[in-house]
């Protein structure tokens, strides 16, 4: 089903999108968001998200052990990412011993 912006009225509905971007903040990779309304195109953000990325997939993983895209998620933007210091990179005690 196709969906067109005429069929939501301005702040019903609003789409999320992640930016690709290379910011750090303190040497941390950072997740920009934009928030855009479906019916108006109006744009709000950026917003940056400096949570525990790392922590947020680990959980997700002992949620949904067999989840294929999380498990490649950790290894390609954590685990494997040479951007990142060794320390975040390096899986916790948990994930490791139960799933790695």
């Known amino acids: 089903?196709?969906?067109?912006?005429?069929?939501?009225?301005v702040?019903?509905?609003?789409i999320a999108c992640?930016?690709?971007?290379?910011d750090r903040v303190a040497g941390d990779p950072v997740d920009v968001y934009i928030l855009l309304d479906a019916a108006s195109?109006?744009?709000?953000?950026?917003?940056l998200v400096l949570d525990d990325l790392k922590g947020a997939w680990e959980k997700a993983l002992t949620y949904a052990?067999?989840?294929?895209?999380?498990?490649?998620?950790?290894?390609?933007?954590?685990?494997?990412n040479d951007g990142l210091s060794d320390e975040i990179r390096k899986p916790s005690a948990?994930?490791?011993r139960l799933f790695l």
């Open 1 to 9: 089903m196709k969906l067109q912006h005429n069929q939501f009225r």
């Open 11 to 14: 702040n019903e509905a609003w």
């Open 18 to 22: 992640r930016l690709q971007t290379l």
């Open 41 to 47: 195109g109006y744009v709000f953000g950026p917003l």
């Open 65 to 80: 052990p067999h989840d294929e895209v999380t498990r490649r998620n950790l290894h390609e933007f954590i685990y494997d």
């Open 94 to 96: 948990f994930v490791a």
